[in-house]
């Protein structure tokens, strides 16, 4: 009997060490999600425009066709001219500006190329991309008071009972879906290879997944949306599965970045997606920053 105390005893305290160790890596996961949130580029844009044919003006003045806020730029940044698919920046009198860290000394065509192209002006730095079969400029302010100003996410505590294993189900093909985005009347295609499912509480679920990289994307809906959760919904990030299985940790369930700035754009998730009961794990809602 004395050796049978003891096995439990010890099962007990591997049990705990798990929980532990558990709760240390949300904790962890959680902490580098914030540093994210401030230094990943979520709170610092100001604008995003869709860039007409012919000549358009980026500043603060009212007169601007594209208008930033006064506490943020100067009232007359500069003019950005589009012909055909070939867009040019020109800036104002007076306004000192660069091209990746390269003054600009005369009118300049704008790369469009990931990773370069960036226009700076002060604090205020802007690219120009192809986005929602159109032609976008995105505009951040890198001093913008909203990043010192950020107080952090909220979180349910951690419980490892919305940590859960689950079964991936391809489909017989990869498909294309048009989700829709946030503040835009778009549709971005998103890759589908299939679907997981996962039992709680004695009941069966099943969640489209979309490809993101070496994860599963999932967006999902569930009973705490509008009262503790974001009411559009939040997203997880899922292991790619391994001889047919993932695991689905409600844990690490985030809100839309679109949550954070309105001119960050956001899928919307699937209406298939909706779970019909509470999850009351990851994060929570807060409001706008």
Not at 15 to 25: G, K, L, S
Not at 99 to 111: A, F, V
Not at 139 to 144: A, R
Not at 154 to 172: G, L, T
Request: glycine fraction near 10%; hydrophobic fraction near 40%; proline fraction near 8%.
């Amino acid at each position: 009997m004395r050796f049978g105390w003891l096995s439990l005893l010890l099962i007990a305290k591997l049990a705990n060490a798990a929980d532990v160790a558990y709760t240390a890596e949300i904790l962890k996961w959680r902490r580098d999600f914030d540093a994210d949130v401030r230094n990943g580029g979520w709170l610092t844009g100001i604008g995003n425009f869709e860039i007409p044919p012919g000549t358009s003006t980026l500043g603060s003045s009212p007169m601007s066709t594209m208008r930033l806020a006064p506490v943020h730029a100067a009232k007359s940044i500069g003019k950005i001219i589009r012909r055909g698919e070939v867009v040019t920046f020109s800036p104002s009198p007076g306004i000192r500006a660069n091209i990746d860290g390269h003054p600009i000394l005369h009118p300049q065509i704008l790369s469009m190329q990931s990773g370069v192209g960036k226009v700076r002006v002060g604090g205020i730095e802007f690219r120009v991309r192809p986005f929602a079969d159109a032609i976008y400029v995105f505009v951040d302010d890198l001093e913008n008071p909203a990043v010192a100003g950020f107080a952090g996410n909220k979180w349910f505590p951690v419980d490892d009972s919305y940590c859960i294993s689950a079964k991936f189900v391809p489909y017989e093909k990869p498909t294309e879906t048009r989700v829709p985005m946030t503040h835009l009347e778009w549709r971005k295609p998103m890759s589908s290879t299939g679907d997981v499912v996962f039992s709680y509480g004695g009941q069966t679920f099943r969640l489209k997944s979309f490809v993101d990289g070496d994860a599963l994307f999932i967006m999902f809906s569930d009973l705490t949306n509008d009262r503790e959760t974001y009411g559009g919904g939040r997203f997880l990030e899922a292991p790619l599965p391994k001889d047919g299985a993932t695991t689905v940790d409600f844990n690490k369930a985030f809100n839309p970045y679109c949550t954070l700035n309105q001119y960050v754009y956001c899928p919307i998730p699937p209406p298939e997606n909706r779970l019909a009961f509470r999850v009351a794990a990851g994060e929570q809602f807060q409001g706008h920053q």
